[in-house]
């Protein structure tokens, strides 16, 4: 909502900064006296343009106040699928061979919070409880943060799923 309030603010401060100036000019070229702009004017003018980049100063303030830190980290599923090959494997023979991974026939439970970037794996041996068993720093995903609201928006909608 205050994207678009922003974008409201900067849009109507352009139109006005562009009234105002084909206003002077108008009056300028249909005056009788070709001396210079009338004082009356000046001000006028001069009041019209504070007041227009006050507005834009504003508008552009509720734009950029929702926009992510991390405009250049931001990846379509596109990018991240033909970047797929230049990956490196998530785990190594010694990881399997540890007693904090889990086995074929445990349950696993992923945890990601986006926010921080980070996505833990816990498993749960058999009448156990569930354990972590590695954490990921995550370094791009895409679609921003908050809800998934349409299909198509890049964003994953929470909630638990069984396989």
């Known amino acids: 909502m205050s994207r678009l309030i922003g974008n409201l603010f900067c849009l109507s401060s ?13 009056a300028n070229l249909f005056r009788k006296k070709k001396v210079g702009i009338k004082s009356r004017y000046k001000k006028f003018f001069i009041y019209n343009i504070i007041c227009c980049l006050l507005s834009l100063i504003v508008g552009i303030f509720f734009v950029l106040k929702n926009q992510p830190a991390y405009f250049d980290t931001k990846y379509t599923n596109n990018d991240i699928l033909n970047n ?3 990956t490196h494997p998530v785990i190594n023979q010694t990881q399997v061979a540890s007693t904090n991974f889990p086995v074929p026939g445990d349950q696993i439970y992923l945890r990601l919070f986006k926010q921080e970037g980070i996505l833990e794996i816990w498993y749960k041996h058999k009448n156990q409880k569930y354990q972590l068993s590695k954490t990921w720093k995550i370094c791009t995903f895409s679609g921003g943060l908050g809800p998934k609201k349409a299909e198509g928006d890049g964003k994953s909608p929470e909630g638990f799923y069984a396989t």
């Open 84 to 86: 797929l090959g230049n």
């Open 14 to 26: 352009l139109i006005f900064l562009i009234a105002a100036f084909i206003g002077l000019l108008v």
